[in-house]
């Protein structure tokens, strides 16, 4: 009969993996210490880019404080921009899951070991691996269900993925700084010449089991598997920020979007007009007005019909959510903002501006805008999409698009603007 061992997870010997190891422990941590800084970085960025200054409207997180120290005016170039960042951070998050679970997995013994604390500093150290641990559990968690359940937070995702980004990070900072010399020498002196198969030497207070059961794949195996199930999960989530016919094979994209059909609408759609409650009602010609509005000077109401005798200019640009998933650039035809703010007396350089839907309910009816989008020649109320009016999904009669902007920045059914009220 086999021995099974202490079957208190508290006992060393009760786990008997013999991959882990501090081989495959610090193998598995260089590769967070680099993807989980990117992920910090972009993340930071993205909030940078949802011009959190323009409170009390677009700020979502109030209370930052010292930790938007590094707050800065998100440009307008180049166009693909928050495409980029904001694709990168979703597709890297969501490809370093199995990183993290087999990063955890490796050291989970350390978790149980007694005594929970032999010093002060060590009491100090199992602190910051609970702030390390819970904290990154946290952000995956947090992270994954905003893109793939459809903003399970309302309205309180970004403090909450925020705030928790700095206590992670924190921790990780510290983590880094005394674990990354060993990592950097267990990999390294398995470099020579070693298999991949045993754990080099005695691996004095590791996560090595001190009596493994027999290996059924080597520690080398482990890794690929791991690696194996990043790629899987990169391969299908990739697409949605790629694009063209890579979008279809980004299986693990946010579901729940309407089909946007062919032509020249079909391109992806975050809330429908069914959705957000909008109907052709309001929308219809006889009905819609867009005001324009200077508070303490003028206010404009014009038709559609008015807009479209007003100067028309194009610009190439994408869509790009913070979800992740971003459209090729599309060709959008309308008025340029500044233009529209001219309309009010702003003839110089246009201020900041206040942009709002028609939609009544929903996170996302209104966005503020700052003066230096406002002033780019290819920012537009656009009327017009691919050579063809706007579908009502799209935002019909009219919506805003801006170059490197976040998505949600591009308020569709706008009914609504004004000029330097911020
Ligand atoms: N009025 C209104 N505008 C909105 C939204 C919305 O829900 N309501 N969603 C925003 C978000 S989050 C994104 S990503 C883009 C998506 O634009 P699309 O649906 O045309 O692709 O619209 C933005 N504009
Ligand atoms: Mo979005």
Redesign the pocket.
């Known amino acids: 009969m086999r021995d099974d061992g202490p079957r208190l997870p508290t006992s060393p010997g009760f786990w008997r993996s013999p991959l882990r190891g501090t081989w495959f422990t610090s193998v598995l941590g260089l590769v967070l210490l680099v993807g989980v800084t990117v992920l910090f970085v972009t993340g930071l960025v993205s909030y940078a880019a949802y011009n959190p200054d323009l409170a009390p409207v677009n700020d979502q997180t109030p209370d930052k404080g010292l930790l938007g120290f590094y707050l800065f005016s998100w440009p307008t170039n180049p166009p693909w921009l928050y495409r980029l960042t904001q694709g990168l951070h979703v597709t890297l998050g969501i490809t370093l899951i199995p990183v993290l679970l087999a990063k955890l997995w490796s050291v989970v013994p350390k978790l149980f070991a007694l005594p929970p604390a032999r010093s002060l500093a060590h009491a100090l150290e199992r602190i910051s691996l609970l702030l390390l641990v819970g904290g990154g559990l946290f952000e995956f968690t947090t992270g994954v269900l905003n893109i793939q359940l459809d903003y399970v937070f309302p309205g309180s995702f970004y403090p909450l993925h925020f705030y928790g980004a700095w206590v992670f990070f924190a921790a990780f900072l510290a983590h880094a700084a005394l674990k990354t010399p060993k990592a950097l020498r267990a990999v390294r002196e398995r470099r020579r010449g070693e298999d991949g198969q045993a754990s080099p030497g005695p691996d004095e207070g590791g996560p090595a089991s001190p009596r493994p059961d027999a290996p059924t794949v080597d520690r080398r195996g482990a890794l690929w598997f791991v690696g194996g199930a990043s790629l899987l999960l990169f391969l299908t989530t990739a697409g949605q920020s790629i694009g063209g016919a890579l979008r279809r094979t980004a299986l693990l994209a946010p579901h729940g979007w309407a089909d946007p059909g062919g032509g020249p609408n079909g391109?992806?759609?975050?809330?429908t007009a069914a959705y957000?409650g909008v109907g052709t009602k309001q929308t219809a010609a006889e009905t819609w007005r867009l005001v324009v509005t200077a508070p303490g000077g003028r206010t404009v109401r014009l038709t559609r019909a008015e807009l479209l005798r007003l100067p028309q200019h194009s610009a190439a640009l994408p869509?790009a959510?913070?979800e992740g998933w971003s459209?090729a650039d599309q060709w959008w035809r309308g008025v340029r903002l500044r233009d529209l703010a001219a309309l009010v007396g702003y003839d110089g350089d246009p201020p900041d501006v206040l942009v709002e839907?028609l939609?009544l309910h929903?996170a996302?009816?209104r966005a503020a805008l700052r003066a230096d989008q406002v002033a780019d020649p290819r920012s537009l109320l656009a009327l017009r999409v691919n050579g063809e009016d706007l579908s009502p999904?799209?935002?019909y009669p009219a919506?805003v698009i801006v170059p490197a902007a976040p998505?949600?920045l591009?308020?569709?059914?706008v009914a609504r603007m004004t000029f330097g009220e911020l």
């Open positions: 391109f992806q759609i975050n809330k957000a869509i959510c913070v459209t839907s939609q929903g996302f009816r999904d799209h935002g919506r998505g949600v591009n308020t569709k059914w």
